[in-house]
């Protein structure tokens, strides 16, 4: 299916799953939201990663196989990622935990992190802020916003309360934040009223062979 027939997935609350979640089976077949290059672009812009002028400027400086050579190491990164959430959902990290995590920590040492204060207007008065920006000069820095959430994940999330969604063909995971934790859903939307329709008919059937 071509991921451009549907807008990306972001129901995991914590953007390294939602990263995870770029390839996923929303009806009937699996579609890959960073398939190509373009698809990569067009998923960054919609999780709000990369500034849209960014974007620009590296669709217009770089060619299609180059994005689409940086989408294929996401692909990578993303699938590696994947292994070592799902050995470690459903509980704490240990402390052993980041010699695994060597392939992340190197594309983070790549960041072209630079601060900038900027006047931002307040009323009738401007102010000063310290904003963090990102040099963008090749195709591969791509990769370092997502490698920042994915960091993020493993240091901010309680992988206690990471969960697969228990949707029978359902690959999305999410992290569960609700109160006493008793989310097992992707959504209501996709997975929940997928099992709720499947117990009402299951019901039935049990009143009709009765």
């Known amino acids: ?3 451009r027939q549907i807008p990306a997935i972001f129901v995991a609350d914590a953007l390294g799953l939602d990263f995870l979640n770029s390839v996923a089976t929303p009806v009937d077949e699996e579609v890959d939201w960073i398939s190509d290059g373009e698809g990569l672009l067009a998923w960054l812009e919609q999780a ?3 500034p849209g002028e960014a974007l620009a400027a590296m669709r217009a400086q770089s060619e299609p196989a180059e994005l689409d050579a940086v989408a294929e190491q ?3 990164l993303r699938e590696w990622f994947r ?3 799902r050995e470690r959902k459903g509980r704490p990290l240990a402390a052993g935990d980041v010699r695994e995590l060597a392939p992340l920590n ?3 040492e790549r960041d072209e992190r630079y601060g900038e204060i900027v006047a931002a207007d307040t009323n ?3 102010t000063f802020e310290f904003r963090s920006n990102r040099r963008w000069k090749s195709p591969e820095s791509l990769l370092t916003p997502i490698a920042e959430a994915l960091a993020r994940l493993v240091c901010d999330e309680d992988f206690t309360h990471v969960k697969a969604c228990e949707g029978p063909r359902c690959t999305l995971m999410f992290a569960d934040h609700t109160r006493g934790h008793a989310r097992r ?3 209501m ?3 929940g009223n997928r099992a709720k329709a499947a117990a009402h008919r299951k019901r039935l059937k049990e009143r009709e062979a009765s």
């Open 74 to 76: 996401a692909r990578a």
């Open 83 to 85: 292994g070592f959430v």
């Open 185 to 187: 859903w992707c959504s």
């Open 189 to 191: 939307a996709i997975c």
């Open 124 to 126: 009738a008065e401007s």
């Open 106 to 108: 190197r594309l983070l």
């Open 1 to 3: 299916m071509d991921y």
């Open 48 to 50: 709000g990663m990369v």
